[in-house]
């Protein structure tokens, strides 16, 4: 049977503080094959790492992040995807999830380097809820690995995928069964469920032949 892929989600979250360097280094220390992390842009026009628009959840601070510089954001505890690349240093796959607008051509860049630095296309890849920011990233760059992630509907993300040329379908993992996971397959893509924490739900997805499962306990995933 083909090993199911472990993907911390937002790090290690269940162990550390979700999206800081400290809960990415915990997820690479549990053996980790990638990491999934948010990200919004600062004042000062710098990829951060935060899942929310306000810094009020995750850190002592309060605000938009969008009203931040990348320096008092690093000082609140948020890192730079960046940072996080620099930590990582290819040793696993890195998913980017967008979480606000205006970010396509700095990650487009930043990605570009990334590969120019060593990454391969494949371990960084570019997911959104937001199917036409994906469709924008995608005009910039037809090399990007692109995730379609849907809580809503199975097959819409499929069609999408199949639009974009996508690597893969990020589906809440309620909405999995073995059709439909088949159906993904077949077509060429990937099958990245989220956020499967108990491990009846683990087990269950793994069942179904999934490429790899996001947890906050990526531990718990053999």
């Given at each position: 049977m083909k090993k199911t892929l472990r993907i911390g989600h937002r790090g290690a979250r269940a162990y550390?503080?979700?999206?800081?360097?400290?809960?990415f280094q915990k997820a690479l220390d549990l053996g980790c094959d990638g990491i999934e992390l948010d990200i919004h842009l600062s004042k000062d026009n710098k990829?951060?790492?935060?899942?929310?628009?306000?810094?009020?959840?995750?850190?002592?601070?309060?605000?938009?992040?969008?009203?931040?510089?990348?320096?008092?954001?690093?000082?609140?505890?948020?890192?730079?995807?960046?940072?996080?690349?620099?930590?990582?240093?290819?040793?696993?796959?890195?998913?980017?999830?967008i979480k606000a607008n205006f970010v396509f051509d700095i990650l487009n860049t930043t990605i570009i380097e990334a590969v120019k630095n060593g990454w391969r296309y494949e371990q960084l890849l570019v997911s959104c809820f937001n199917h036409q920011?994906?469709?924008?990233?995608?005009?910039?760059?037809?090399?990007?690995?692109?995730?379609?992630?849907?809580?809503?509907?199975?097959?819409e993300a499929?069609?999408?995928?199949?639009?974009?040329?996508?690597f893969a379908v990020?589906?809440?993992y309620t909405l999995l069964n073995k059709t439909n996971c088949q159906l993904i397959q077949k077509a060429g893509f990937r099958v990245f469920p989220w956020t499967v924490n108990e491990p009846q739900d683990i087990a269950n997805m793994k069942a179904l032949g999934v490429t790899g499962i996001m947890s906050d306990y990526p531990d718990r995933i053999s």
């Open positions: 550390a503080l979700e999206n800081t360097l400290l809960s990829l951060v790492v935060i899942h929310d628009d306000t810094v009020d959840r995750t850190t002592k601070g309060t605000g938009l992040v969008k009203d931040f510089s990348l320096l008092s954001l690093q000082k609140l505890g948020i890192p730079s995807l960046d940072d996080v690349l620099i930590l990582v240093d290819k040793r696993c796959m890195v998913n980017i999830e920011a994906l469709h924008q990233i995608r005009q910039l760059n037809k090399a990007i690995c692109l995730g379609v992630l849907t809580e809503t509907s199975i097959e499929l069609g999408t995928a199949k639009q974009l040329d996508a990020h589906p809440d």
